[in-house]
């Protein structure tokens, strides 16, 4: 009598052929479930930029609602609350009556209105983009101011009949991008912005 064991004995040559089927399926499903986590992770870092870098931006409201003057005089703590919105004469935000000078551009012309933090230090600017005609009149406007001396090398950005900023021109603004500085904090940044906007 012969004794069976339970498992089949050694065979020699050529081990049979396994199929590759379940292998390569897991391969594959690694490679997607791989591309998908990058993908998911480019998308989170992008999301997570901590550095704020700009506010919504938009254009005034009203072509007529904002107004860039010169400055022709200016005294500093003269309105005391008070609003002379006679002729040429406006009250600033900060207490300073402005005497101004015509008005070079007014609002129409203003296609972008921004606040953003500055790329050189953490404070932050607001930008005004112009159309073609804003950006010829401006750059007649600075060119003529830049070599002036305070006040009379300000524009006066006035919105109603009031002066919301008066900033100096440091050179001639030619290219239809407009800059302005101050120390300002985001919160700064943005009133002055949705000022502007009206």
Not at 84 to 100: F, M, N, V, W
Not at 161 to 186: L, W
């Amino acid at each position: 009598m012969s004794q069976q064991t339970p498992y089949p004995g050694p065979q020699y040559g050529v081990p049979p052929e396994r199929s590759r089927g379940p292998v390569v399926l897991v391969v594959v499903l690694g490679l997607v479930l791989v591309a998908v986590l990058a993908t998911a992770t480019v998308l989170i870092l992008r999301g997570r930029d901590d550095k704020p870098t700009a506010a919504a931006g938009s254009k005034p409201a009203a072509a007529g609602s904002v107004q860039f003057r010169p400055v022709l005089a200016a005294e500093p703590n003269a309105c005391n609350g008070s609003s002379p919105a006679a002729g040429e004469l406006r009250c600033g935000t900060d207490g300073t009556r402005y005497k101004l000078g015509a008005v070079e551009l007014d609002g129409s012309h203003v296609s972008e209105v921004k606040a953003a933090q500055s790329s050189n230090d953490p404070t932050w600017v607001v930008n005004l983009g112009l159309d073609e005609t804003g950006t010829k009149s401006f750059s007649e406007l600075t060119t003529e101011l830049t070599a002036k001396q305070p006040p009379l090398n300000q524009v006066a950005i006035v919105v109603g009949d009031r002066v919301v900023s008066a900033p100096s021109v440091n050179a001639p603004i030619i290219a239809g991008q407009v800059q302005i500085y101050g120390n300002f904090t985001q919160e700064d940044a943005e009133k002055l912005a949705a000022d502007i906007t009206g």
